[in-house]
């Protein structure tokens, strides 16, 4: 089992940055693929980005080269930086796990979610 805690959302505005955070426990965490996805109001949850064991990451289009991903394994933290950040980026930011090594960009391919934090940009 692995439980999974985020933090790190509030409000923002549009231009501004927020670090997401996720700290894990419960199981080998540095073996283990992890990622991030949102859900904004009335719309199905998303991808956003994802990083293996060893540091391969993968993002979404719509925030290649505005967020980026990485983990700290000895502190059982994976982080989320968001810079840039725009209206559309507003939703609830999920942390996931995956049970294997490799990077996973769809919902299917993790098993363990976290609670998620709220991301609020205004214009």
């Known amino acids: 089992q692995v439980q999974l805690v985020e933090s790190g959302g509030g409000l923002v505005q549009a231009g501004g940055s927020l670090r997401l955070s996720c700290a894990a426990s419960?199981?080998?965490?540095?073996?283990?693929?992890m990622g991030w996805f949102r859900q904004a109001p009335g719309k199905e949850r998303e991808f956003v980005a994802t990083?293996?064991?060893?540091?391969?990451?993968d993002y979404a289009d719509s925030v290649k080269d505005r967020f980026t991903i990485s983990r700290d394994n000895a502190k059982n933290t994976v982080y989320l930086q968001m810079n840039s950040l725009k209206p559309e980026d507003t939703a609830v930011y999920y942390c996931?796990?995956?049970?294997?090594?490799?990077?996973?960009?769809?919902?299917?391919?993790?098993?363990?979610w976290g609670q998620g934090t709220q991301v609020t940009v205004s214009s």
């Open positions: 419960g199981s080998i965490f540095s073996v283990r693929a």
């Open positions: 996931a796990s995956r049970r294997v090594l490799t990077i996973g960009t769809t919902e299917g391919q993790y098993s363990y």
């Open positions: 990083i293996s064991w060893n540091g391969d990451t």
